[in-house]
């Protein structure tokens, strides 16, 4: 991987025509031992909300050891780029084979069910008496953008019976669940571990394990979320009541929160035509997240021949990307410099999380360009001033945003 001390050296040297992605391991270094410091638990990195290599080693090489793999291909991946990393697989249903494959290849002693057939699946497959079986119980919350318990999960009535199950195969019973994706209170956690201490208390046993999920936010543009420390917090208290098995801990799968801030995203400005500007990347490309529910812009600032553009007057631009498609628009306008033009390019910060691992082909356009930027002085975009988008939406959508904003 091409490394260089500054996205202005990089500009210096090579004016991409393709979109690159940087990588600034310092900055992964400072967020997830942040995060290490401050979660009451085990911490593993939800490796499917950013599989790129060089973010996954720097997140290990940040004190992670632990990984929750969705898929073969995560373990595999993690288990290439990461000595002595331990791998959970932590999702109920899989291909048939991996698990068996997981655990005969890979070591994998981790994995998860939520419906007895799953259960009586994974024990054709795998070595139960050397493996840890979490339970995997549905917990809604409405302050999560992304609601991770209707798919999967069993209902907090049938995991007593699903515990009893697992330890009738000869596993470990444990017990996991996810109160979401971008949750956006940290009462989440007091009320999934609230039901959790219910659920638990009833169990004629004490089980080692309990696995909180990911959901941790993070801030974007115009979507402030509260702090981590205040999850932590709201994790903490709800722990105090928590019965659990001597020498007992939790477990939590943060993926946005660990990968989302390390990461930008290089574009060149294609063409410009008034206040639109068309980019060489878009919604079919890292900036797919954008087409759903939850935060519309990164953070963003320019370059003009390889050096900052600094303007006194800005103002709003609309983004296109590079497909044929009318929808490839980034949602909302973005403030830029007025005289931006065709050749500038744009640098999106915070985008490591769900961007790299959603491109797609479509229309020929995808770019694999990663490099690393080395110099700890230097940060990605991290803020800037923006149009409130909903002034670009229909007056439905704009009174739905303040109905969710008032949730
Ligand atoms: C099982 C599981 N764990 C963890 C995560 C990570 O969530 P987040 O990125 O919100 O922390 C997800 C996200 O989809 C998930 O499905």
């Given at each position: 991987m091409d490394s260089f001390s500054s996205v202005q050296d990089l500009l210096a040297v090579w004016q991409p025509e393709m979109p690159v992605y940087c990588v600034y391991p310092h900055v992964y270094q400072n967020s997830t031992q942040n995060f290490i410091n401050g979660f009451p638990g085990r911490v593993l990195y939800a490796v499917k909300s950013n599989d790129e290599p060089a973010v996954v080693r720097a997140i290990h090489r940040s004190g992670v050891t632990d990984f929750d793999c969705a898929s073969l291909s995560e373990i595999a991946l993690v288990s290439n780029n990461c000595p002595g990393a331990t791998c959970y697989f932590m999702v109920p249903v899989r291909p048939r084979g991996d698990a068996r494959m997981a655990q005969q290849q890979y070591g994998v002693r981790h994995f998860v069910v939520d419906h007895p057939k799953g259960?009586?699946?994974l024990a054709s497959e795998i070595d139960m008496t050397r493996s840890v079986v979490f339970a995997r119980m549905a917990v809604h919350h409405g302050s999560a953008i992304y609601d991770l318990s209707s798919k999967f999960g069993a209902t907090p009535e049938e995991?007593?019976?699903l515990i009893?199950?697992?330890v009738a195969y000869g596993a470990e019973p444990a017990l996991a669940f996810n109160v979401g994706s971008s949750v956006r209170s940290p009462d989440a956690y007091r009320y999934a571990l609230s039901l959790a201490a219910r659920v638990l208390s009833e169990l004629p046993i004490r089980l080692r394990l309990v696995d909180i999920g990911g959901g941790y936010p993070q801030s974007y543009p115009g979507y402030e979320m509260p702090s981590l420390d205040a999850y932590f917090c709201a994790i903490r208290q709800g722990l105090s009541d928590l019965p659990l098995a001597d020498g007992g801990e939790i477990l939590g799968e943060p993926g946005r929160a660990l990968s989302a801030p390390g990461l930008s995203a290089l574009v060149e400005v294609?063409?410009?035509?008034?206040d639109r500007l068309y980019i060489n990347d878009g919604l079919y490309g890292v900036f797919w997240e954008?087409?759903?529910?939850g935060h519309k812009r990164y953070p963003v600032r320019t370059y003009r021949r390889g050096e900052l553009l600094h303007s006194h007057e800005e103002r709003a631009f609309h983004l296109f990307g590079p497909t044929c498609d009318s929808t490839d628009r980034l949602p909302g306008a973005v403030d830029l410099p007025a005289d931006i033009d065709t050749g500038d390019y744009l640098e999106f910060g915070h985008i490591g999380a769900y961007s790299l691992g959603g491109r797609t082909h479509f229309n020929?356009?995808?770019?694999d360009k990663i490099v690393s930027i080395d110099n700890c002085n230097e940060l990605p975009p991290t803020e800037r001033n923006l149009v409130p988008f909903q002034s670009l939406f229909s007056e439905q959508a704009a009174d739905r945003l303040v109905e969710l904003v008032a949730a």
């Amino acid at each position: 991987m091409d490394s260089f001390s500054s996205v202005q050296d990089l500009l210096a040297v090579w004016q991409p025509e393709m979109p690159v992605y940087c990588v600034y391991p310092h900055v992964y270094q400072n967020s997830t031992q942040n995060f290490i410091n401050g979660f009451p638990g085990r911490v593993l990195y939800a490796v499917k909300s950013n599989d790129e290599p060089a973010v996954v080693r720097a997140i290990h090489r940040s004190g992670v050891t632990d990984f929750d793999c969705a898929s073969l291909s995560e373990i595999a991946l993690v288990s290439n780029n990461c000595p002595g990393a331990t791998c959970y697989f932590m999702v109920p249903v899989r291909p048939r084979g991996d698990a068996r494959m997981a655990q005969q290849q890979y070591g994998v002693r981790h994995f998860v069910v939520d419906h007895p057939k799953g259960l009586e699946l994974l024990a054709s497959e795998i070595d139960m008496t050397r493996s840890v079986v979490f339970a995997r119980m549905a917990v809604h919350h409405g302050s999560a953008i992304y609601d991770l318990s209707s798919k999967f999960g069993a209902t907090p009535e049938e995991i007593p019976g699903l515990i009893e199950a697992i330890v009738a195969y000869g596993a470990e019973p444990a017990l996991a669940f996810n109160v979401g994706s971008s949750v956006r209170s940290p009462d989440a956690y007091r009320y999934a571990l609230s039901l959790a201490a219910r659920v638990l208390s009833e169990l004629p046993i004490r089980l080692r394990l309990v696995d909180i999920g990911g959901g941790y936010p993070q801030s974007y543009p115009g979507y402030e979320m509260p702090s981590l420390d205040a999850y932590f917090c709201a994790i903490r208290q709800g722990l105090s009541d928590l019965p659990l098995a001597d020498g007992g801990e939790i477990l939590g799968e943060p993926g946005r929160a660990l990968s989302a801030p390390g990461l930008s995203a290089l574009v060149e400005v294609l063409l410009r035509k008034d206040d639109r500007l068309y980019i060489n990347d878009g919604l079919y490309g890292v900036f797919w997240e954008l087409r759903f529910e939850g935060h519309k812009r990164y953070p963003v600032r320019t370059y003009r021949r390889g050096e900052l553009l600094h303007s006194h007057e800005e103002r709003a631009f609309h983004l296109f990307g590079p497909t044929c498609d009318s929808t490839d628009r980034l949602p909302g306008a973005v403030d830029l410099p007025a005289d931006i033009d065709t050749g500038d390019y744009l640098e999106f910060g915070h985008i490591g999380a769900y961007s790299l691992g959603g491109r797609t082909h479509f229309n020929g356009h995808f770019s694999d360009k990663i490099v690393s930027i080395d110099n700890c002085n230097e940060l990605p975009p991290t803020e800037r001033n923006l149009v409130p988008f909903q002034s670009l939406f229909s007056e439905q959508a704009a009174d739905r945003l303040v109905e969710l904003v008032a949730a």
